[in-house]
Each structure stands twice: as structure tokens, then as C-alpha cells.
């Protein structure tokens, strides 16, 4: 489902050329769940964006779906994001003064669903994530656990196929970390593409194949277990859909 061909990334500072990835290959399977394990300056953020469809590689290849995202116009790609793909971020990119309630419908704001069919959704996801009773709490009177969980909520709002989480546990305590971990876990299961980037060696193994990066390439690319094939899980749950 994402085909990355001798992927480059330059960022220009100026006169200065800064290489973040240099000829990045990686092929992701429909429901897999993979951690991008890495030390900081790596490339991992980089990479994240680029899947997601947020940044656009310097050089190489993106095939997302079938679809050469390169020849896609911005707001092909805006659409593409917002249909596809979930994102969580590590400092998680809350509205402060808006309810976990509203946080979580605004992303479905764009699409044209109705207001009561949002309302709906959004309390359906923060009921799943287990913040059914903190719906109308803002983000500071949420824990760090608690406000991650209304991100990764937020982030399954247009029911994307792949799930993105730039360093999901970074600002946790490890209790909140493992409640995250298991709640990506129940989404793999539940036919998404999950792909987390972390530093903690404890949370990548929750995945099923860690890919590590140094110095923007890939350095390791390892299956974690022989958990069963997931494949066309998402054809067998279509119609029980979160
Ligand atoms: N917008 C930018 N402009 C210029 N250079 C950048 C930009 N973003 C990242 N870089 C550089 O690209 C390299 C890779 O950055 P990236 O953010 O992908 O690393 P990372 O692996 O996510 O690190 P961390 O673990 O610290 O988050 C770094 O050297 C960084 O300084
Ligand atoms: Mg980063």
C-alpha cells in the first residue's frame, strides 16, 4: 500500500543543503504495524511527513494505493490526507480552548458529514479511546494520557486506513505509554496501517517489524514475531466499522 523508491529529502537553509534522508527504499504492507525506531536527526519526522502526505520528497519515488503521489496537486494531496491518513503527534496538536469533544469533531468539519452525525461519531471515538465520561473536558483538564488519547481519537475521525504517530508516548508516564500502545494495538487488529515512530526499544516491540534509521537511511529492517497474517482483515470488518 506505500511504495517509497530511493526516497531523498534536502532541506535548504539558505546557502546550506541539509540531507535528512538519502535514498530511502520502504514497502509497507495494508495492516501492518510498524515501529520507525531511530536516534534524534535521523530522519524519522522527516520520513512520517512524507508518508503522510505533508512534506514531498526532494528526489524518489512515493506510491500510495496504487497512486504516484509526485504527480498529485496540493489540494489532491490535502484530500488524500484527509481521507487516508490519521495523524498523532507527540505534543499532540490540541485546540486549547475547545472541548475533547470539539477537538475530535474538527476534522470531520471539512468533509460534509452533519452536525448531529459528527457530534455522534466523536463521542462513539472518545467513548473507544476510553474518555466516554471526559468529553466536554479541555485539553488542561485532561491528563498527558488522557489528551493523547482525544489525538488519537481526533486522528481516526475520517476512519483513515493508516494510522501515523510521530513519537505517541514521548510525553508519557509508562503506565499512559502502555495504555496508548495497546490502544494502537487494538487498532492494528482492527484492520489499520499503523506506523509509530519512537525512541523506546520496550514500545517498538509491540510492533510487528521495527525499521531503523541512522543518519537518513535504513539500517534495519526486522519482524518482531510471527503474529498471523492480517491481510484482508480489513475486507472481514468493513461492516463493523469503529
Ligand atoms: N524544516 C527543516 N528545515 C531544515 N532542516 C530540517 C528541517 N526538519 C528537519 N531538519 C533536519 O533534518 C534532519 C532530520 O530531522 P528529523 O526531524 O526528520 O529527525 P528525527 O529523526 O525526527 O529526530 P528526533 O528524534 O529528534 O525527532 C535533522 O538533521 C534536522 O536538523
Ligand atoms: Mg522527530
Known amino acids: 500500500m506505500i511504495h517509497l523508491t530511493d526516497i531523498k529529502k534536502i532541506y535548504k537553509m539558505g546557502e546550506v543543503n541539509v540531507p535528512a534522508l538519502k535514498g530511502l527504499t520502504l514497502t509497507v504492507k495494508e495492516c501492518e504495524y510498524i515501529a520507525i525506531l531511530g536516534p534524534s536527526g535521523s530522519g524519522k519526522s522527516t520520513l512520517m511527513h512524507i508518508m503522510g502526505?505533508?512534506?514531498?520528497?526532494?528526489e524518489g519515488h512515493y506510491q500510495l494505493e496504487g497512486r504516484d503521489v509526485g504527480s498529485l496537486n496540493r489540494?489532491?494531496?490535502?484530500?488524500?490526507r484527509n481521507e487516508k491518513i490519521g495523524f498523532v503527534f507527540q505534543s499532540f496538536n490540541l485546540l486549547p480552548y475547545a472541548t475533547a469533544l470539539e477537538n475530535v469533531e474538527l476534522p470531520m468539519i471539512y468533509g460534509k458529514m452533519r452536525a448531529k452525525e459528527r457530534r455522534r461519531r466523536a463521542e462513539?471515538?472518545?467513548?473507544?479511546?476510553?474518555?466516554?465520561d471526559r468529553t466536554r473536558h479541555r485539553p488542561t483538564e485532561l491528563s498527558g494520557g488522557e489528551r493523547q488519547r482525544v489525538a488519537i481519537?481526533?486522528?481516526?475521525?475520517?476512519?483513515?486506513?493508516?494510522?501515523?504517530?510521530?513519537?505517541?508516548t514521548g510525553n508519557l508516564d509508562s503506565r499512559s505509554g502502555a495504555e496508548i500502545i495497546r490502544l494502537f494495538n487494538r487498532l492494528?487488529?482492527?484492520?489499520?496501517?499503523?506506523i509509530i515512530v519512537t525512541h523506546d526499544v520496550g514500545i517498538a516491540e509491540h510492533a510487528q517489524r521495527i525499521v531503523r534509521l541512522l543518519d537518513g537511511v535504513i539500517v534495519e529492517d526486522t519482524n518482531v514475531n510471527n503474529l498471523p497474517q492480517v491481510q484482508n482483515l480489513r475486507e472481514v470488518q468493513k461492516e463493523e466499522k469503529i
Open 53 to 58: 502526505c505533508l512534506d514531498t520528497p526532494t
Open 124 to 132: 462513539e471515538l472518545l467513548a473507544l479511546v476510553g474518555l466516554g
Open 75 to 80: 489540494n489532491r494531496l490535502a484530500e488524500i
Open 153 to 168: 481519537a481526533r486522528a481516526l475521525a475520517n476512519d483513515p486506513t493508516i494510522i501515523l504517530a510521530d513519537e505517541p
Open 188 to 194: 492494528q487488529e482492527q484492520a489499520h496501517t499503523v
